[in-house]
């Protein structure tokens, strides 16, 4: 009976910024939309990536018809190197998010053997009982779409990440009209972008960053550096743009971001007048006032060109006094800290700095609430579901979608791992799949568990106490005093009477007069309940303890 619902699963982005999926299940036949990474919150200590967990899929692998991508960016793209190995489906998507997908593929070794199929805005292609249309949208990067997923259920369409930008880079906005006969013809379910359902009006479009480019680079009396992502293509566009109107040349600073420009350029992607982009060799000798860098580091990343450069770090670049740096993104949640640093390091160096705070160098991606509530109005679904968003951006949207008529038992506000079961009258949250993060750590996916992660929170935070107690070889009783070696927790030489307090302490609790040989696990117990208390009073720190066993 349930077999005969349309049921609809998020296992990434929704309550939270990034690795989006959305999984779409009718009987046997399941369709994947994205499948994204997160950057790591700051309570995540070493780890590089979050991606979604897809034990879901792993238990269904020979029901999934295909993986769909509505965008290049890394929160849609970016888990498929680790993700695509494991599912074995085709993937569809624009020529522009396959030739990123490719990169980032064969970055991680991972593009043999994928099976990429491209299909173009306005096309479309029967996945199984589905049948999935591109519409184009408006985003920060060319070739974006939403999906018209035809099901036999009804009609879902999934906005992707878009804006209404009237003006954008690459001419082409969203198709509205599709989507208002769409209205007319009845849609079941929306899923909507909610990242900036926060804000009121509409997103400015990307026409004022032209005009701020141009200003910076016609004033600026040095070089000019752009930082961004590899992945705003749209951004680099306008970049080349400006620095063309002011006879600049433009070089590249980064693998990432030469390979992002070189495969946009070759698929036409990109348009860049003859001779305008450089090689790094041809530096010598030009005057600055000709020269603009583009290179990644917008995050102040630790490991990027932009602070590579300001660190002199750099093998070919330095950052110099009388620069403009132009910062040319918004801060992803969690990295304000490093890019904070990273401004005020190059304010140091005598450079000048441009960020969103202080100046238009970017535009936000996302439609605000007045480009919401149109989408709505325009789409006239029965159900509603905001997605991509923390819980308050999916809360937001969700109102917004009350405040145009739609009865709030038709909205659905998700986790990731709900499942959402609709029939063409209804829909209901009927149970929950696992939708944990997955983390990826250097060369390890998944086995980084919370535990190893509350443990470096721990040493991080309050440092370690290592215990070492001797007990004697042949007759396993303790012998002397505990021996206390700390790491991170208070300085020895000041606090060495605390410690040698707690050695005492330690020995007494341990000895209990008998001849018994001393148990281990009763030992490990008593230690860390002893020094836990006798630190916590001492210091209110509560440093990690791990007591260790010699024989003597
Ligand atoms: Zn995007
Ligand atoms: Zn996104």
Same mark, same amino acid.
């Given at each position: 009976?349930?077999?005969?619902? %349309?049921? =609809? !699963? +998020?296992? #990434? @982005?929704?309550?939270?910024? /990034? *690795? ?95 099976? %990429?199929? =491209? !299909? +173009?805005? #306005? @096309?479309?292609?029967?996945? /199984? *009982? ?423």
């Amino acid at each position: 009976m349930t077999k005969r619902r %349309l049921r =609809i !699963i +998020p296992l #990434g @982005g929704l309550s939270e910024i /990034g *690795k989006n999926m959305m999984v779409i299940e009718y009987e046997d036949d399941i369709i994947i939309i994205d499948a994204g990474l997160m950057f790591p919150g700051e309570e995540m200590l070493g780890i590089d990536l979050v991606i979604p967990d897809i034990s879901y899929l792993l238990e269904r692998r020979e029901q999934i018809r295909g993986i769909i991508i509505t965008h290049g960016h890394e929160d849609h793209i970016g888990a498929l190197p680790y993700l695509l190995p494991q599912l074995n489906a085709p993937v569809y998507s624009t020529k522009l998010t396959q030739g990123l997908i490719s990169v980032r593929l064969k970055e991680r070794k991972a593009l043999s053997g994928a099976n %990429l199929k =491209i !299909i +173009p805005p #306005g @096309g479309n292609v029967t996945l /199984g *009982k589905f049948r999935i249309e591109f519409f184009p949208v408006c985003h920060s990067i060319p070739d974006s779409v939403g999906l018209i997923i035809y099901t036999p259920v009804g009609i879902i369409v999934h906005s992707g990440d878009f804006k209404l930008d009237y003006t954008p880079v690459d001419g082409k906005p969203t198709d509205l009209s599709r989507l208002a006969q769409l209205g007319a013809q009845g849609v079941l379910l929306l899923l909507s972008d909610s990242t900036y359902a926060e804000l009121p009006g509409y997103t400015l479009s990307e026409r004022v960053v032209g005009e701020t480019l141009d200003h910076i680079m016609a004033d600026a009396p040095g070089r000019v550096i752009v930082a961004t992502f590899s992945s705003l293509v749209s951004r680099i566009q306008q970049v080349i743009n400006s620095a063309a109107k002011y006879q600049r040349r433009v070089f590249i600073v980064g693998r990432s971001m030469s390979d992002t420009v070189h495969m946009a350029l070759e698929l036409g992607y990109l348009d860049a007048p003859d001779g305008i982009l450089g090689r790094l060799d041809e530096l010598r000798g030009m005057p600055h006032n000709k020269i603009v860098f583009m290179a990644t580091g917008s995050q102040g990343e630790p490991t990027s060109a932009l602070v590579r450069m300001a660190n002199r770090d750099h093998r070919q670049v330095h950052i110099h006094r009388g620069d403009t740096v132009i910062l040319s993104a918004t801060p992803i949640p969690g990295n304000e800290a490093l890019i904070n640093r990273t401004v005020d390091n190059l304010f140091k160096q005598g450079v000048q700095v441009l960020y969103s705070k202080v100046a238009q160098v970017h535009v936000h991606g996302h439609g605000s609430q007045e480009e919401l509530k149109l989408l709505l109005n325009l789409a006239k679904p029965k159900f509603f579901m905001p997605i991509h968003g923390e819980y308050r951006h999916l809360s937001l949207h969700a109102k917004l979608a009350q405040s145009v008529g739609i009865p709030p038992e038709n909205i659905f506000v998700l986790e990731d791992g709900d499942i959402l079961e609709l029939n063409p009258q209804a829909g209901k949250i009927t149970g929950k799949v696992s939708a944990s993060n997955v983390y990826v750590d250097g060369l390890s996916v998944g086995d980084i568990g919370s535990v190893v992660l509350r443990n470096r929170r721990m040493l991080s935070r309050d440092g370690i106490v290592v215990v070492i107690i001797a007990v004697n070889r042949q007759t396993g009783k303790l012998v002397g005093r505990p021996d206390i070696v700390s790491r991170g927790f208070v300085d020895t030489r000041e606090s060495k009477d605390m410690i040698d307090e707690s050695r005492d302490l330690l020995a007494r609790a341990l000895d209990h007069g008998g001849d018994r040989p001393a148990e281990w696990s009763f030992v490990n117990t008593k230690v860390r309940d002893v020094l836990n208390k006798f630190y916590y009073e001492q210091t209110k720190r509560r440093p990690m303890i791990l007591p260790v066993m010699v024989k003597v």
